[in-house]
């Protein structure tokens, strides 16, 4: 996308897209699903795998791998090293991986006004205007 030729501005990822995770030792999955081919796309500049990486700062101490699902329009991210050891060996709470898709929720992320405006989070019903 053009970042010349539209106005871009940031939201919060809560109020474009939806998001699951989940655990497998010491290793967490984080799929971003959005409600369209437009928002997907510029989804895919603003989720880049460095991005969401430093959003989770010392929480992910290893590599994260993005897989793309555009058929779902989904972004896939697999992060290393990120639930202090996993399961019996981490300290953090017993959700583990299963809010990880809360806090990546949490990114604030540039995109064009005009396909943000597009997301039902974001205008539908209970949605902020």
Same mark, same amino acid.
């Given at each position: ?6 106005e ?7 109020k474009?897209?939806q ?15 959005a ?6 796309k510029?989804l895919r500049?603003?989720l ?20 793309e +699902? !555009?058929?779902?329009? *989904?972004l896939?991210?697999v992060?290393?090293?990120?639930? %202090? /050891? ?15 898709a ?6 604030s992320?540039? +995109? !064009?006004?005009r396909? *943000?405006?597009?997301s039902?989070?974001l205008?539908?019903? %209970? /949605?902020v205007?």
């Open positions: 996308m053009d970042k010349d030729s539209a871009w501005k940031p939201f919060p990822l809560y474009i897209a998001a699951r995770s989940g655990d497998k030792g010491d290793t967490c999955d984080i799929s971003v699903f409600p369209n081919a437009e928002i997907f510029a500049e603003a880049s795998p460095a991005a969401v990486k430093a959003h989770f700062g010392e929480y992910v101490k290893g590599e994260v791998t993005r897989y +699902l !555009p058929n779902l329009f *989904a896939k991210f992060c290393k090293h990120a639930l %202090g /050891g996993g399961g019996a060996a981490s300290l953090r709470s017993d959700n583990l991986g299963k809010s990880m809360a806090n990546l929720l949490r990114m992320v540039s +995109l !064009p006004v396909a *943000a405006s597009q039902p989070l205008n539908g019903p %209970g /949605g205007q």
